[in-house]
């Protein structure tokens, strides 16, 4: 539409002369470009990307999700806006600009008077959905990790974190010591993703080939709140399960709700590991670059040289052109940690160095799903 506009002005303001060239180039590019929305809607729609996760982060901390999720109860029915708003103690002209504005992603449905039920993406925003995302909305979303992002242009120039220069001079582990409020949005974020992950390793139809069973010791390293390990313990019942994590994330652990076959332990990782038979480590080694990564994979090899490593990671990364999650934690692990995601190539050669092969990898849902499992070996001389 744009490109056909331009072209309607220049023609009228140049009716004995010729386009220049850059406006013959729009009108090649009008005629060829395949149909979908113009080039310049995509590069606005990229630009204005941080109104979205706003609008979600905000449906997600002054609990309209929640309240929607208690007045539209199962039969998802449809209540006014002016309801939902008095009962999330918000004003009802802006809930109801705010629901508008996310019903076009399906979070919510507009129905009649202004009036909106539940869609489904904003089903797995609701705080009680076992399956619930809200917790990573608010932290991909938060103040924090924007304050960080917005240094991209610093990274650009160095391939490292500017977590330093965006929070005083501290990394993002010694920001979060000293903000244990951040943090917590953090460690909830990481249970929001066990939830969702959990659910696939929960279900033997969608991760069929991946297997605990064997084991008798499983660490969960940088178990966070433990989710994911209470949902493999209904999958693998006769596993023991050690939560290793941080002190600080330890101490967030309700250790009384615990199964009997669950213990914790306070660790850094880069110093040591507990002792088992087999490790979990999911979302860890994104987090951090190669001389660290092979750190922790030295450790798991002193603490038990036998042990089976299982990595849970977004990938594989496809090759050029093609979509993945994957790219962009890719992009948001350098600006924030000086850490990355990886080829499978790379994760290969990473194992290489640290004594251990790809032995078997497992998709989720037939590969439907971004995060996949790497079963390591260690390599025996």
């Not at 904003?122 to 995302?133: C, K, Y």
């Not at 951040?182 to 033997?204: D, H, R, V």
């Not at 019942?237 to 330890?250: F, G």
């Not at 092979?294 to 979509?323: Q, S, Y």
Request: aromatic share 10%.
């Amino acid at each position: 539409y744009l490109q056909h506009k331009i072209l309607r002005r220049v023609r009228k303001s140049h009716k004995n002369r010729t386009c220049s060239s850059i406006y013959q180039s729009i009108a090649i590019m009008s005629t060829s470009a395949p149909p979908g929305p113009p080039p310049q809607a995509i590069a606005l729609d990229l630009a204005t990307g941080n109104w979205k996760a706003q609008a979600v982060r905000s449906f997600v901390t002054t609990n309209i999700a929640g309240a929607m999720e208690d007045l539209c109860k199962t039969e998802n029915i449809f209540v006014s806006a002016d309801k939902i708003a008095e009962a999330a103690d918000l004003h009802p002209a802006a809930t109801y600009r705010l629901l508008r504005f996310l019903s076009t992603f399906d979070v919510c449905v507009e129905g009649p008077d202004k009036s909106f039920k539940l869609g489904p993406v904003g089903a797995v925003l609701t705080p009680n959905n076992p399956q619930s995302v809200a917790s990573a909305v608010e932290w991909n979303a938060s103040l924090t990790l924007a304050v960080g992002l917005d240094k991209f242009d610093t990274f650009l120039k160095t391939n490292k974190s500017v977590a330093k220069e965006a929070f005083g001079g501290k990394d993002m582990w010694a920001h979060f010591a000293e903000n244990p409020e951040t943090f917590a949005i953090f460690q909830k974020a990481m249970t929001g993703y066990s939830n969702e992950e959990a659910f696939f390793l929960f279900n033997p139809d969608l991760s069929p080939t991946f297997d605990l069973s064997g084991f008798k010791t499983v660490c969960d390293l940088g178990a966070a709140e433990g989710t994911l390990s209470l949902f493999l313990a209904k999958r693998f019942p006769d596993c023991e399960y050690i939560l290793a994590d941080l002190p600080e994330a330890v101490a967030r652990i309700d250790t009384a709700a615990l199964p009997p076959t669950f213990s914790t332990e306070a660790v850094n990782f880069l110093d040591s590991v507990p002792k088992a038979d087999a490790y979990v480590l999911k979302h860890i080694i994104h987090d951090w670059d190669d001389e660290n990564s092979e750190k922790i994979l030295a450790n798991i090899r002193e603490a038990n040289p036998d042990a089976t490593v299982f990595i849970l990671e977004f990938g594989p990364m496809p090759g050029p052109n093609v979509p993945h999650m994957s790219k962009g934690f890719d992009c948001v692990m350098g600006v924030i940690l000086s850490a990355c995601e990886r080829t499978q190539e790379e994760y290969n050669a990473l194992f290489s160095r640290c004594g251990y092969s790809n032995a078997k990898v497992h998709l989720l849902a037939g590969g439907g799903h971004p995060l996949y499992i790497q079963e390591l070996k260690p390599v025996t001389e």
